[in-house]
Nanobody, 125 residues
Framework: QVQLVESGGGLVQSGGSLRLSCGASGGTFSSYPMGWFRQTPGNEREFVAAISRSGGIKAHADSAKGRFTISRDNAKNTVYLQMNSLKSEDTAVYYC??????????????????WGQGTQVTVSS
C-alpha cells in the first residue's frame, strides 16, 4: 500500500509562488507515474500535471502551462509542483496521485490508484 502526503500549500498573494511536495512511502516510488490534481467545492477533481516514472515525460493542463512545473526526485520519493504567477482561480485543494505501473503520463482521475489527503492553496487577489 502506498501512502502519499502533500505539503507546501498555504495562502499567497496573486502573482506569488508556491512549491507543493508529495512524499511517498510503502512502495517503489520510481515505478509509479505521478500526477497532481485540484478540486474546488462542488466541482470535480481536475487534472493539473503529470509525470512519467523516470520524469522524462511530462504533461500540464492548459491552465497550468507556462506557470506550473511538475518534477520528481526518485531518490527522495517525492514529486513536486512548482507554481508561479498564481491567480485567484488557482485556489483549490491540491492532490497528488500515484498509478501502479505504466510508462507514460496519465490525465484522468480513474487512472490513478493512490491519493494523498490534499493540501489547500489559497490565492488572494
Amino acid at each position: 500500500q502506498v501512502q502519499l502526503v502533500e505539503s507546501g500549500g498555504g495562502l499567497v498573494q496573486s502573482g506569488g509562488s508556491l512549491r507543493l511536495s508529495c512524499g511517498a512511502s510503502g512502495g517503489t516510488f520510481s515505478s509509479y507515474p505521478m500526477g497532481w490534481f485540484r478540486q474546488t467545492p462542488g466541482n470535480e477533481r481536475e487534472f493539473v500535471a503529470a509525470i512519467s516514472r523516470s520524469g522524462g515525460i511530462k504533461a500540464h493542463a492548459d491552465s497550468a502551462k507556462g506557470r506550473f512545473t511538475i518534477s520528481r526526485d526518485n531518490a527522495k520519493n517525492t514529486v513536486y509542483l512548482q507554481m508561479n504567477s498564481l491567480k485567484s482561480e488557482d485556489t483549490a485543494v491540491y492532490y497528488c496521485a500515484a498509478r501502479s505501473g505504466g510508462s507514460a503520463y496519465y490525465r484522468k482521475t480513474d487512472e490513478y490508484d493512490y491519493w494523498g489527503q490534499g493540501t489547500q492553496v489559497t490565492v488572494s487577489s
